[in-house]
């Protein structure tokens, strides 16, 4: 079946310091979702990209989707203890989501 | 809009008991799901729904039940519990236009004893 796999599995960095996550997957997808999901909290959907080589920023965060819809990318810039959190690709494929298993990131002010 | 509603936030069974978490959305959204999340696991798919009277197993369906009676409620029963169903379960739903987006209950963190 479907695999997405997601790295690193934690990141720490200081506050002010980029962050990057990547996602693979297994087959191609015909979508691909990001998610938030704060310390104690439930995932909240950020994004979803649907294009081959799209490209969507939302603030100081950067989502790229690959050219062969396979893979992805969530790029922050200058973090913020706000940004706290592990961050969950999710991949759609024939009828379901598969998930990544997360990339887990700490600021450290 | 409350969205999605899940009950109980805390629960602790003995092994071998049966109960069951419910969900409810009011947004009018015809796909619902549940999820488990354990530790280094990410999220993984239990059941799903694209509607009243339609489920269908996900990835790790072994142990639980659903049903969909109405577009509203997607209860999960788990019909004799174990240790290893020891989780945080989450309820999604999505709209039929956008049936991959997620929205989540605030999950139910289940311990088995």
């Known amino acids: 079946g479907q695999q997405v796999m997601q790295i690193p599995q934690y990141q720490h960095v200081q506050e002010g310091e980029d962050f990057t996550t990547y996602c693979n997957s297994s087959?191609?997808?015909?979508?691909i979702q990001w998610y938030k999901q704060r310390p104690g909290g439930h995932p909240v959907f950020l994004i979803q990209?649907?294009?081959?080589?799209e490209v969507k920023k939302q603030k100081r965060l950067t989502f790229q989707f690959g050219e062969a819809k396979k893979n992805s990318s969530l790029h922050i810039t200058a973090t913020q203890t706000t940004d706290v959190g592990t961050y969950f690709c999710?991949?759609?494929?024939?009828?379901?989501?598969?998930f990544g298993k997360g990339t887990k990131l700490s600021v450290i002010p | 809009n409350a969205g999605v509603t899940q009950t109980p936030k805390f629960q602790v069974l003995k092994t071998g008991q049966s109960m069951t978490l419910q969900c409810a959305q009011d947004m009018n959204h015809e796909y619902m799901s549940w999820y488990r999340q354990d530790p280094g696991m990410g999220l993984r798919l239990i059941h799903y729904s694209v509607g009243a009277g339609i489920t269908d197993q996900g990835e790790v369906p072994n142990g639980y039940n659903v049903s969909r009676s109405t577009t509203e409620d997607f209860p999960l029963r788990l019909l004799s519990a174990a240790p290893s169903q020891t989780s945080v379960y989450f309820c999604?739903?999505?709209?039929?236009?956008?049936?991959?987006?997620?929205?989540f209950g605030a999950g139910t963190r289940l311990s088995v004893l």
């Open positions: 999710a991949g759609a494929g024939s009828y379901q989501l598969t």
């Open positions: 990209l649907v294009k081959s080589g």
């Open positions: 087959t191609t997808l015909s979508n």
């Open positions: 999604a739903s999505s709209p039929r236009s956008e049936r991959y987006i997620q929205y």
